[in-house]
């Protein structure tokens, strides 16, 4: 059974910084892309950090390139989120989200609708 377990959410002001991690379980790390989508109140899901578990490659919307930055350690089957310079509009439930690497074509790596395995979620609030 696949299970990822989010933590490290929590409430911060503008310009700080978080560390989100996620526990996964159930499945060959190695052969998938792991990493992060957000949903904020009244707005649809979205794509905010993919990595690789195999090449180390990683994908990241305009929104979030240059402040956000997803790392996964194979040895501890762990994904991370990095986030810095937090905005008010960063505010959200964030989701560690998993999928076979082969089950995704190139260029929709950020699509929601390409992953089949969902955390809980973890809420992230950044005041202003």
């Known amino acids: 059974e696949v299970r990822l377990v989010e933590s490290g959410g929590g409430l911060v002001r503008a310009g700080g910084s978080l560390r989100l991690s996620c526990a996964a379980s159930?499945?060959?790390?190695?052969?998938?892309?792991v990493g992060w989508f957000r949903q904020a109140p009244g707005k649809e899901r979205e794509g905010v950090a993919i990595i690789s578990s195999s090449d180390g490659t990683t994908y990241y919307p305009e929104s979030v390139k240059g402040r956000f930055t997803v790392s996964s350690d194979s040895a501890k089957n762990m994904v991370y989120l990095k986030m810095d310079s937090l905005k008010p509009e960063d505010t959200a439930v964030y989701y560690c989200?998993?999928?076979?690497?082969?089950?995704?074509?190139?260029?929709?790596?950020?699509?929601?609708?390409?992953?089949?395995?969902w955390g809980q979620g973890t809420q992230v609030t950044v005041s202003s």
């Open positions: 159930g499945f060959p790390f190695d052969e998938f892309f």
């Open positions: 989200v998993a999928n076979e690497i082969d089950k995704i074509l190139g260029g929709q790596e950020l699509q929601q609708a390409n992953y089949d395995y």
